[in-house]
């Protein structure tokens, strides 16, 4: 099963105020999202909240988002084994800003992300291990064209193109650990 809330014209600053929730705050353009999903072999929980003039007058637009999933193994006969799991933890927070050159319809994107990774006795063959932790930060930089027009569900005109790469740093670099000689976990 599935629920998921979106509100897509939401009011933060009016959280509080008693006389904003008709039927809730809104207004202000930010949009906050709550998705819940569940089945017999996983469970994943997301939220995500933008801001999209942040800072006040300039279009600068925050992002963040924070996502729990976990999926369960199967044994032998196909039951779900759920002694047999996989959690992934992941925070991110980014921005994105329109650019004046080349022209007003580009936009430059930064954002930062972790990923944890736990498994728990999960020998499947998804990782090289199935006992342990792994971590991941990276950082993603996208710029985007976008002017597709008035109707964005059927635009008659415009396009759009999108250009992104991630990055993670190099660890080894930094903590001077040899990972060429460790074991997988």
């Known amino acids: 099963g599935t629920l998921g809330l979106s509100f897509n014209n939401f009011a933060m600053s009016n959280l509080f105020k008693k006389n904003a929730y008709k039927p809730l705050p809104m207004g202000d353009g930010q949009k906050l999202a709550l998705r819940l999903q569940a089945s017999t072999y996983f469970q994943t929980y997301s939220f995500s909240f933008t801001e999209p003039w942040f800072g006040g007058k300039n ?10 999933s976990k999926q369960f193994a199967a044994n032998n006969s196909g039951q779900v084994d759920r002694t047999k799991s996989f959690n992934i933890f992941s925070p991110s927070v980014g921005t994105a800003k329109r650019l004046k050159v080349p022209d007003d319809y580009f936009t430059l994107s930064h954002a930062v992300s972790f990923q944890y ?69």
Do not use: W
């Open 117 to 185: 990774y736990d498994l728990n006795n999960y020998n499947v063959g998804l990782f090289t291990f199935g006992n342990g932790a792994s971590r991941n930060l990276a950082y993603t930089i996208g710029l985007s064209r976008n002017n597709k027009g008035v109707n964005p569900i059927f635009p008659t005109y415009g396009s759009e193109f999108s250009v992104t790469a991630k990055f993670t740093p190099p660890y080894s670099l930094f903590n001077k650990i040899d990972y060429a000689n460790l074991a997988n976990q």
């Open 59 to 68: 279009p600068v637009q925050l992002f963040s988002s924070l996502s729990y």
